[in-house]
């Protein structure tokens, strides 16, 4: 089992930026592929971003890409959203996600292939 806990959310001006922290705890952090995802009311989860178990190794929504950075800390479990010039369209729930993988370059985009979830973390931006 792993456990997940978001935090870093808020409500912040349009324009303005937000880090989201994920901070795992149970299994070895780095046998993880890893992701952000968003889920908007009355929308489908989304996924923002995904890490590989290597870090350097990334993916983005076309949405976000300029404008978040998706991070991992293997030595310290846990994984980062650095969000910027940030839009009322990004307001939404915003929960990591992971999932054991063999091979280190390997990224998973699908939400339905990931294993664990956090219980999210509320992003409001106002215009």
């Known amino acids: 089992q792993v456990q997940l806990v978001e935090s870093g959310g808020g409500l912040v001006e349009t324009g303005g930026s937000l880090r989201l922290s994920c901070a795992a705890s149970?299994?070895?952090?780095?046998?993880?592929?890893m992701g952000w995802f968003r889920q908007a009311p009355g929308k489908e989860r989304e996924l923002v971003a995904a890490i590989a178990r290597i870090g350097s190794i990334t993916d983005y929504a076309d949405s976000v890409k300029g404008r978040f950075t998706i991070s991992r800390d293997n030595a310290k479990n846990s994984m980062y959203l650095q969000m910027a010039s940030l839009k009322p369209e990004d307001t939404a729930v915003y929960s990591c996600?992971?999932?054991?993988?063999?091979?280190?370059?390997?990224?998973?985009?699908?939400?339905?292939?990931?294993?664990?979830w956090g219980q999210g973390t509320q992003v409001t931006v106002s215009s």
């Open positions: 149970g299994r070895t952090f780095s046998s993880f592929a």
């Open positions: 996600a992971a999932r054991e993988v063999y091979r280190g370059w390997q990224i998973v985009s699908d939400r339905n292939e990931y294993s664990y």
